[in-house]
Nanobody, 114 residues
Framework: QERLVESGGGLVQAGESLTLSCAAHEIILSFTTIAWFRQPPGKERELVARIGHNGVVTYEAAVKGRFIISRDDAKNTMYLQMNSLKPEDTAVYYC????????WGQGTQVTVSS
């Protein structure tokens, strides 16, 4: 079974919102650093948002103020709420959890049309 299972991707229009979910199995997310990465077409994978094991939250400059990373410890699930989406947000999005070991979700496609 995959340790991180993503859901919530899809096709939306510019300006709309979308929330990605990443459910963890056999990993306790509250004990790890969690993050969302994305890989736009033809580009390298890049960090979008992160909650460190110390609770510090950071965002990539292009999404700051539009995206929100969060975690529900009762559900052992992380989320990425994406608001005011832009065509340049189009990418495959990956969730990540890590402490001494790293785990990745399978990736989910987000496409934003203009």
């Amino acid at each position: 079974q995959e340790r991180l299972v993503e859901s919530g991707g899809g096709l939306v229009q510019a300006g709309e919102s979308l929330t990605l979910s990443c459910a963890a199995h056999e990993i306790i997310l509250s004990f790890t650093t969690i993050a969302w990465f994305r890989q736009p077409p033809g580009k390298e994978r890049e960090l979008v948002a992160r909650i460190g094991h110390n609770g510090v939250v950071t965002y990539e400059a292009a999404v700051k103020g539009r995206f929100i990373i969060s975690r529900d410890d009762a559900k052992n699930t992380m989320y990425l709420q994406m608001n005011s989406l832009k065509p340049e947000d189009t990418a495959v999005y990956y969730c990540y959890a890590g402490v001494l070991e790293s785990w990745w979700g399978q990736g989910t496609q987000v496409t934003v049309s203009s």
